[in-house]
Nanobody, 122 residues
Framework: QVQLVESGGGLVQAGGSLRLSCAAS????????MGWFRQAPGKEREFVAA????????FYADSVKGRFTISRDNAKSTVYLQMISLKPEETGVYYC???????????????WGQGTQVTVSS
């Protein structure tokens, strides 16, 4: 089992920045990749970014490339999502997730955090 706890959400004005953190515990050594997803009110959960636990390869949704950066601190078993130039339409609950095997879709992630609210005001 892997437990995930997100933090760092909050209220920010459009164009502002936030850094989200996801602290992992439990059998973190079995993690292949970590991802960030978000879900806006009334919409489906969507992929934002992912990082391989070993090697650190990163992947981003086209909508956030150049503005969001995912990173990890293996010693702290923590993954971060640095977000800049935030837009109101990026308001939603941001979730951290862990995959045991190579993920190709949302359903391939095995463990999920409770989420942290990000609100971007216009």
């Amino acid at each position: 089992q892997v437990q995930l706890v997100e933090s760092g959400g909050g209220l920010v004005q459009a164009g502002g920045s936030l850094r989200l953190s996801c602290a992992a515990s439990g059998r973190t050594f079995s993690t292949y990749a970590m991802g960030w997803f978000r879900q806006a009110p009334g919409k489906e959960r969507e992929f934002v970014a992912a990082i391989r636990w070993s090697g650190g390869s990163t992947f981003y949704a086209d909508s956030v490339k150049g503005r969001f950066t995912i990173s990890r601190d293996n010693a702290k078993s923590t993954v971060y999502l640095q977000m800049i130039s935030l837009k109101p339409e990026e308001t939603g609950v941001y979730y951290c997730a862990a995959a045991i095997k190579r993920p190709q879709a949302l359903d391939d992630y095995d463990y999920w955090g409770q989420g942290t609210q990000v609100t971007v005001s216009s």
